[in-house]
């Protein structure tokens, strides 16, 4: 079996970060690509991603067969928003398991949502995306994206056993796509890819994350800011 590693793992938060300083760039100015608004926030992070990410994104699509898109539902995530998110999620998992150790809470929650300090998405390279026919109707991935472990019984799994072999064609698709164009999958979540930030970096070997955590769009100090 195939090692998973979780955001948790001491690797990660050990790789170095050099910026390159690409600008978030709005998705929804491209053309490309076709954005779900199920995660949408008043200030459009969500539809954001650094452009090198948006180009090899675009690059992967033009792979997938006649009739076949790529549906994004999240890229960029404010810090605070991730920070909220693995708060909530740890004291889910707090209940769950009371006698567990702190560090323990942060693996079970890391393999969900990821510590804020190495997060994917505050980096700007990480997309949530899944798979719809060229109307947007959503193609069989097996859960629904966002799925937690527990609501899911595993099946958010990548590699997950006890899901159709229709939903398996489909996530095999959608990897030969992004890895081919240069994104590395989290495992334990097959809607979330990633490019740049610390845990492609330690997957792809690279010396250091090309991007590290990103302001806003549109505040200032942010890649490509004018403010």
């Not at 938060?13 to 978030?24: R, S």
């Not at 929804?28 to 926030?41: E, K, S, V, Y």
């Not at 609501?151 to 006890?162: I, L, M, Q």
Request: with cysteine; net charge negative.
């Amino acid at each position: 079996m195939t090692e998973i590693i979780t955001l948790s793992d001491a690797r990660v938060a050990a790789v170095a970060e050099d910026d390159c300083g690409e600008a978030l760039v709005d998705l929804r100015g491209t053309g490309n690509l076709w954005i779900d608004h199920r995660q949408a926030d008043d200030d459009g992070n969500y539809a954001h991603l650094r452009a090198g990410a948006l180009r090899r994104l675009v690059r992967a699509q033009r792979l997938l067969p006649a009739g076949v898109r790529f549906l994004v539902v999240e890229g960029y995530r404010p810090p605070a928003l991730q920070r909220r998110y693995f708060e909530e999620y740890a004291r889910t998992m707090r209940r769950a398991h009371p006698d567990a150790s702190p560090e323990r809470i942060r693996e079970l929650a890391s393999a969900y949502i990821s510590p804020p300090e190495v997060a994917p998405h505050v980096s700007g390279g990480a997309v949530d995306l899944t798979l719809c026919d060229q109307d947007g109707r959503e193609l069989p991935l097996g859960t629904e994206v966002n799925a937690t472990p527990e609501e899911s019984e595993g099946a958010c799994r990548t590699e997950a056993p006890d899901i159709s072999a229709e939903a398996r064609a489909n996530r095999a698709l959608m990897s030969w796509a992004l890895d081919a164009t240069g994104f590395v999958n989290y495992p334990t979540e097959w809607w979330h890819w990633s490019y740049g930030d610390r845990y492609w970096a330690l997957l792809r070997r690279a010396p250091a994350a090309r991007y590290g955590p990103a302001t806003p769009p549109g505040s200032p100090g942010s890649p490509g800011s004018t403010a």
